[in-house]
């Protein structure tokens, strides 16, 4: 599966937005899928996944409440939709398709180009 993320930008703290993540060459239901986060000298962290197969979710701490994931199977689309966004949250954003839940960073089947967000304070 091929993934390829959209939506970044730069927002201002508080504001929200959506990322997209479109899948070509294979079904988004083939996968549990997630979003890392890089931000500017630290490690990529995993700060949203989603599970369809298997009901579940995880959000890292900092976003529980503010981030959602969701998807439109008829558009092969994943969403992470960002709200009341803070400036820790900057950061390029890639999103990823695994055959393993839970999802970790030294399994994945196949990650998309980062997408940057910028927050301002």
């Known amino acids: 599966v091929q993934l390829q993320a959209s939506g970044g930008g730069l927002v201002q703290a508080g504001d929200s937005l959506t990322l997209s993540c479109a899948a070509s060459?294979?079904?988004?239901?083939?996968?549990?899928m997630g979003w890392f986060r890089q931000a500017p000298g630290k490690e990529r962290e995993l700060v949203a996944a989603?599970?369809?197969?298997?009901?579940?979710?995880y959000f890292e701490d900092s976003v529980k409440g503010r981030f959602a994931i969701s998807r439109d199977m008829a558009k092969n689309t994943m969403y992470l939709q960002m709200n009341s966004l803070k400036p820790e949250d900057a950061g390029v954003y890639y999103c990823?398709?695994?055959?393993?839940?839970?999802?970790?960073?030294?399994?994945?089947?196949?990650w998309g180009q980062g997408t940057l967000v910028t927050v301002s304070s």
């Open positions: 989603r599970s369809w197969r298997r009901g579940s979710t």
């Open positions: 990823v398709a695994s055959n393993r839940w839970p999802i970790v960073k030294e399994v994945i089947t196949s």
């Open positions: 060459g294979r079904t988004l239901l083939n996968y549990h």
